[in-house]
């Protein structure tokens, strides 16, 4: 069974930084595009950041400069670094990724900034 697992969320005061992962297991044989997204309490779910297979990324105005997605494509890994953390990045955050052909999601890792 294919599946996404985040980790690296947790609660942190504005100002600081968490670096979340997402790791894709099981039988794989392709791997594209990874996404990370958050959804905060009361509101859609919105797109964070993208990143292509060939390295090309995206992200929202919300967190240009101060977020970074990478990928390790020989641990089959996608990171978001986030930095400068403010309140309203408080979220649950997805990972989202195309593996064999598939949009895959991950269950979602909350993310807690204190003023």
């Known amino acids: 069974q294919v599946q996404l697992v985040e980790s690296g969320g947790g609660l942190v005061q504005a100002g600081g930084s968490l670096k979340l992962s997402c790791v894709a297991s099981?039988?794989?044989?392709?791997?594209?595009?990874w996404g990370w997204y958050r959804q905060a309490a009361g509101k859609q779910r919105e797109l964070v950041a993208r990143?292509?297979?060939?390295?090309?990324?995206n992200y929202a105005g919300a967190v240009e400069g101060r977020f970074t997605i990478s990928r390790d494509n020989t641990k089959k890994t996608v990171f978001l670094q986030m930095n400068s953390l403010k309140p309203e990045d408080t979220a649950v955050y997805y990972c989202?990724?195309?593996?064999?052909?598939?949009?895959?999601w991950g269950q979602g890792t909350q993310v807690t900034v204190s003023a």
């Open positions: 989202q990724g195309i593996v064999n052909f598939r949009e895959l």
């Open positions: 099981g039988n794989i044989f392709a791997l594209n595009g």
């Open positions: 990143i292509s297979s060939s390295g090309t990324t």
